[in-house]
Every structure is written in C-alpha cells, then in structure tokens.
C-alpha cells in the first residue's frame, strides 16, 4: 500500500501537518495564523467541551461570557500583563465606517475585562470566592503558526476567580489544576503529564505562580497542555477589586486564572498519533465503532451489527459506501483514528464471523457474529487504558536521568531530561534557552507542586518544546 | 413593596433595561455596543444552545468553527452582500505590533469564508448537500445598542449549506426554519411566532428569499426572532463553489444559510416578563424550583424535600440563606424568573404543609409535604403550557385585522396590523417605513411561506418592531 503520510521518524512535524490534512481535521484560515476546524476534529473538540465543562462546574464555577474587544487602556493597568501580550496584540482601529477615538484590542485573555468587573460585583466577603469560566475565542498574533498548537485565533476556556485570601486562592487554583485538568488530560484524553510549577523565567506576565501540566509528543519533545496562575493581589490592585471583610475592614481581593485551549486537540495527535493517523480514545472518539460493508452482498448483516452496537450504547457508524473501494474506506477510518472497525465481508459471513480491526495496534481479529457486540466493548474499554500505558512507558523510555546541565542538554535533544533544579539554577536555565531547550516545571519529589523555585530538592525537567 | 422596576406600561424599554441589571442577566460593556452576560443569563442561553443544537445536529448538519478573521476583499466579491454590511464592519489595521497590508474584518457572518472552503471540500454531486453549522461570536458595529437585542457583538449560531438544486436548497432551508427553529420557540421558549417571508426590501443583502420567525413583545411590537435564507446561487458564483453532477457537467451550487441569536435572550424577556421580573418556561429554567428557608428552625425539613425533588428530576435549589430578609430572597427569585418557589416556614411545617408559589400567576397553595413533589412536577408542566397560551392570546388579542394601509398604521401603533398585501404593496411599505412600521412578513391563506411577494392573497403583518 502506497504510503499515505510522511513516517513520524522522517519528519515529524510533516507527519503532523499531513495528519491534519489527510484526516481532515483543519485547513489553514485565509488570513495568516487562523485556522477552519473542519468537522471530525470539531466533535472531538466538542467532546472535549463537554468533559472539561461538567468538571469545572462540578468545581463550583459559573460560565459567564465578557466581550471580545477590550479598551487599550485596561491592557496598560497591569504593566507586566501589557508587556507579555503587547507584540501579540490584534488592534480594531476603525468601526461602524469611522476611526475609533481609542482603539480596541481583540482579547488576547480576558484578565483585564473580567477584572473590572469584578470590581463592581464584589461588595462583600459574602460575594467571595466568584467563580467564573468563559468558553470563547481569543486571539494573539502568531509569527510561527502551527495548526492547534499556536494559532493567531484560537478557543478555549479561561476561568477567573476571586478569594478573600492567598490561601483560598491557591487551593482553588492547585483544585482546576489536578481535579479538572489533570483528570480530564489522564481519564478523557489517555495522555499523561507531569504536573509542576513554571520557573519565574517562564510564568504568565503578571502571575504569582504559574502551574503547567507537560505531555511528551512522539518526538520526545514536551507540549504544555494547560496552565493555572495565582494571580496574588496584582489584578486586584489593578482593578481595585476590594471587599469589606468580615470584621469590615477593607481588603483586596486574591484572583486567579486557568485556561486550556484547541491546543489540547495538538496533543491529541502528536502524543497518540502514529504512522497511520490519529488514534483517538474510545471515550473522546465521537465514532467508536464503524461497521464496515466490505462487497455488496452482507448489508443486512451488517446494518443488524450496527444496530445492536448502537443499542449497546457505543457510538457506531455503519459505512455501506461500496461504491468506494474498501481499502480506501479503511484508510480513512485509520487516519481519522476511530478505534475500532468491524469488517463485514461475504466470506466471514458466511462462516459466521465478522473480523474486528483495532486502531490502536492494527490487530485483525475474527469473531463470531454473536460475540462481536462483546468484543467491540471489550477493545473499547483495553484501548482506553492502553493508549495511556502505552503514553506513559514512552514517556518513561525517553525521559532520562542526569545530573549535570550538560547531560540534560544531551539528553533533552531526543527527549526530557530529569535534574535537579539545583544543578541548573536561572543561569543554567538561560543557557538552555540558546540551545532552544526550556526548563518545563518544577516539582517536589514527592510529586506535588512547590511553592516557590527556591524550594530545596527541586525536580526539572528540561526539553525542547512545541 | 417597593416597585422594583419600572412597570411596563410606563416605559416598556426602561423596563427591559431595569429587569435586565436587577435580575443580574447582563451589564453593558466596556466598548461602547458591547455585553457582559451574566451567569443568570448564560445559563439559559446555555440551555437554548443545546437544545437548538441537538436539533440542527438531527436535521444532518454538522458543527465546524471558521476564523473570526476575514480578508476585507472576500466580502467584496458579492456585491450586495458588502453594500448590506459595511457600514457595521469593524476593522483590524495592526497586527503583531505592525500595520497589516490587507485591512482585516471582524467576521460580521461567515457566509464569505466558508463560501471559500466549499469551493475546496466540495468537488462532485457526492459531497453534496454539504451540511454546516458553526457556534461564534459576530461583530456588526451598532449605533443604537440595547442589550441582547442589538449589540455590536452577539453569540449565535450559523448554518450555512451547499446543495445540488435549487428545490434541494429550498426544502432544507425550510426544514430547519419549522423543525429547528420554529419547534424550539414553540416548544422550549414557549413563544409563538408567526413564520413567514420577508419582503424584497427587508431581505438579508445577497439572499434570494429570506424567511423569518416574528414574536410579539409585551408592548404589541414584533420581534425577529431568527431568519434563513435561499442565497440561490450569488454566493457559489462568487466563490465558484462547482460540482460535477451525476452526469459528469459542471454545475454551479445552490447555498443558504440561517441563524439565530443571543437576541433570542432578549426576545424571552420581552415575551413572557411582567413587571415583577423575568418568567421562564420551566423547560428552560436552569433552576426550576427553589425550596426556601423561611425562617431557620426548618431547614431538615427543607433539605429533605429539596432532596426528595432532586430524585424526581427537579432542578432544584435550596435557599437556606437565613441571614437575608426572606423578602429580599423572594423578590431575587422573582426577578429571575424562577417557576416555582416552596416556601418551608415553622408555621406551616407544624401545620404538615410548606407553600408552593408560581411564579407565572403569583398563586400561593398550601400544600402537605408528602404531595409538595407531585405538585412541584405538575406546576412546571402546566406552566410550560401556559406560558405559551397566555402569550398567543396576547398576541390575537392584539393583532387587529384590517383593510386599508390607513387603518393598518393605526394598528400597527399599538399592536400588530394583519392585512392583504395587495392592500399595501412596494409603495405602501415605503409609507408605512416613514412612520417606522414594517412590513414583518408575508404569509399564504393556509399560513404556509410564499415562494415570491407577487403570489396572489398574501397575508401581511406590519408593526413597529426591536
């Protein structure tokens, strides 16, 4: 068979562009960065929505929505936000067929807009904490753009929040961070992250603390899935987001933010996707199961096996397209990732079998039609867990041990480098830097994130990133 | 009591506008035009959403996202289509801190851009109808802002379709008109809406026919409440969407489109308020009940039949909140909207009863404990019903049949004016305009939409309009 993208071994970064492409996931906009999320990847997004939506509710918040352009005086309050977003910026100059007096900043993050209003819907410590999430666009001008992973337009959810003190904020922040994050990447998504605290070299301009949750693609390198900021009392200041305590008394508030974006649907392919195409997880595939006509002749057969998938509650799709070639078919159903093809061909039938085909390690299995409902349940459930496993010991494989900074540039070249921080120190972390490789997070040995970098027994972990 | 807002027949928009910020749905934003939605409010748009999608989802079209970015030029290929939105275009000159060679405009709608990619992904009579709908935010720079209704940004959705006939085109455009839209107003906003098509002046700028959904407003005015159009082939032939058909030609395709808006917010407030608050239908209510402390001393008992409505599938929500006057927690839940209220206070609870208020008709049962879910289950049910009832006979009571164009004037101040359309014609429109009433739409005898406004014994509604 003809091959049908560039192998991840030859080029991957290709391999990833021709996934896209070929699985039709997404077509570059018309205008430089953006992108059109064509359909099979806007379910998985959509499935992804909805997991992560129902864990952030669960975690108290409420969705809200704040509008799209910003005064640009409101960026200039905060004057390390202003100059980590400035060179990223989209500006409206002109409106309703006049020059604006002031321009307008299309939202790169809604920090600012969301922090006005918070001033004004605080009163007391009875309004606090105000939990807050918006699912909407942003847009930060992109020199390099790569499809997912760095767009000019991207969507995501942003979560703002304000707490009467430090310590309520940080719990709030570290809970979205592991029972919302970090569930959602483990248990939905199958990818692993080492979840750890960004250096102060690499945290979000106007952040206290920046929490990261790193995945490995299938080149070793490390792509950060999501980031949680405490925000200390910098945007309150900004804001003047105060409050009368309980002993009224007037205090300033505690914010923080929390976002993950279409950037995750990036991860997606490169941490699980293989020569084929993508491999999506059975509880994220919006099509888990395709009962595939082989030759005209079994449609019945195989509309009944649909049927019955479907009455078993999996997402089954029945392709009868026999007027397309099948090994057509079955390549598109390998590069769109869906787990698991049931094959319905004149010869198993007539022995009474189907063949079952998993995505995940291409095994063609024959099964009796009987058993065929329980076997694609059973794939679904082993593939879940296996796409994870198989994450995780890749991510163990290529994650070495060392002790020296020049060890762990020799090693982050062709995957992570585990140090401690200690021996790489903010100087040795510049140094990385000109070899394009960055310290990812920190974390303590037991695996909990620090609170500070100066911590001792720091854990890094160096590579290069996408 | 202190009036809480001012009442309708005082000043209707000043009552929107008090009911609006009392019941905290919306604030205005910072960019002049602009809206902040409020939890209170997202959550029921958020409610809209799903259930409108799940219905374009079963009419067989299916989600994607296009870039909020437009190159100015794509809207200049349809004529008509630039000349109806450029005076509403906001414009980004700077990018990335420089100014941009080509002038970029926020999408006002998508028609252009995804124009653009059906000339890609269609190619024969086989990917044909293509079959698209998008969730996005849309920018058209408005002078009179009011929110909800006309705001310079509004969350909607877009289909936009490509098919293989004019007929083919026709019947999908009419088939999301009644079964999506019309049957979710009907049924889940609990508005009626007279479905018909829009005159030649009043026609979305590039479409052929543009059909529309009209509600009327507590203060007898029409509202539109969502629009689809035929774009007939203007659209394919600006963005040479071709396929090959059947027989192997070269065939230009047929498109259309349709939407409907966070107008649809403002719409159920006008609709179903009265001068207490917002009244939502149960069906939309993100809380359907809420079972309150009067007093403490109760909340066991509370607690257990906020539980026991829970288990029966209720949105239920306690109010324990003791330390507010039961008054103003009262009043709160009124200005929501909330359907029904289950007052637990000590006197009752000795009694075996608790209180179910609803909020449709302000009516106070005593009721015992043990039948309070039963009646909860029954007062929603019932007031999905009559909350559509009660505002269809509101709309006949004010709609006056007429004549001449004269007395259709005369109607039209103060409800809706229902007249043969050979009674008003091209020039009696242009009149009626003078006077801002329009012509909301035209229907047939048996109320079916005509397929031009030169049928024979077309129906005409004029009315002033939002």
């Known amino acids: 068979m003809a091959r049908v993208l560039t192998p991840r071994a030859e080029d991957f970064p290709r391999w990833y562009q021709d996934l896209i492409a070929k699985a039709e996931l997404a077509d570059n906009g018309p205008v430089r960065g953006t992108m059109v999320i064509r359909p099979t990847a806007y379910?998985?997004?959509?499935?992804?929505?909805s997991d992560m939506d129902s864990r952030i509710k669960a975690a108290g918040a409420e969705n809200a929505y704040f509008p799209l352009f910003i005064p640009e005086s409101y960026l200039k309050r905060e004057a390390e936000h202003v100059e980590g977003f400035s060179p990223e910026l989209a500006v409206v100059t002109h409106g309703g067929g006049k020059q604006l007096a002031e321009p307008i900043v299309v939202r790169p993050t809604s920090e600012t807009v969301i922090g006005e209003f918070m001033a004004k819907w605080v009163d007391s410590y009875r309004d606090l904490p105000l939990l807050l999430n918006q699912w909407a666009n942003v847009v930060r001008w992109e020199m390099r753009p790569r499809i997912f992973l760095r767009t000019s337009e991207f969507l995501w959810q942003e979560g703002h929040t304000a707490h009467a003190s430090f310590e309520d904020a940080k719990a709030y922040t570290l809970?979205?961070?592991h029972e919302v994050y970090e569930r959602h990447m483990r248990d939905l998504l199958a990818i692993p992250v080492v979840v750890g605290r960004k250096t102060d070299r690499e945290r979000f301009a106007g952040a206290t603390s920046t929490y990261t949750l790193e995945a490995m693609t299938g080149d070793g390198k490390a792509l950060q899935m999501g980031t949680s900021h405490?925000?200390?009392?910098?945007?309150?200041?900004?804001?003047e987001i105060f409050f009368s305590s309980d002993s009224g008394t007037r205090e300033l508030a505690w914010t923080t933010s929390w976002g993950t974006s279409?950037?995750?649907?990036?991860?997606?392919?490169?941490c699980h996707g293989d020569d084929n195409g993508l491999r999506l997880p059975p509880l994220l595939a919006p099509t888990q199961a395709v009962v595939t006509v082989?030759?005209?002749?079994?449609?019945?057969?195989a509309r009944s096996l649909y049927e019955d998938l479907v009455a078993a509650g999996v997402r089954a799709k029945l392709d009868d397209r026999v007027d397309t070639a099948f090994g057509r078919r079955a390549v598109d159903a390998e590069l769109k990732g869906i787990p698991v093809r049931v094959e319905v061909g004149p010869r198993d039938i007539a022995a009474g079998n189907v063949t079952l085909v998993r995505r995940t390690d291409g095994s063609k299995t024959p099964v009796s039609i009987g058993e065929a409902v329980g076997a694609?349940?059973?794939?679904?459930?082993a593939d879940q867990k296996g796409l994870y496993e198989e994450a995780l010991s890749r991510r163990e494989a290529r994650t070495v041990d060392v002790a020296t900074l020049d060890e762990a540039l020799e090693a982050a070249a062709s995957g992570w480098a585990r140090i401690p921080w200690s021996a790489v120190g903010v100087e040795g972390e510049a140094l990385a830097n000109q070899s394009a490789i960055s310290v990812r997070c920190l974390y303590r040995p037991d695996g909990s994130v620090p609170a500070s970098q100066d911590e001792p027994d720091l854990i890094a972990i160096l590579a290069r990133s996408y």
Chains 1, 2 share one sequence.
């Open 230 to 239: 405490e925000l200390g009392q910098n945007f309150a200041r900004a804001f």
């Open 294 to 301: 082989v030759k005209t002749g079994v449609e019945d057969a």
């Open 43 to 49: 379910a998985i997004w959509e499935r992804m929505v």
């Open 376 to 381: 694609v349940t059973a794939a679904l459930e």
């Open 175 to 177: 809970k979205i961070h």
């Open 262 to 270: 279409t950037r995750m649907l990036g991860g997606l392919i490169m």
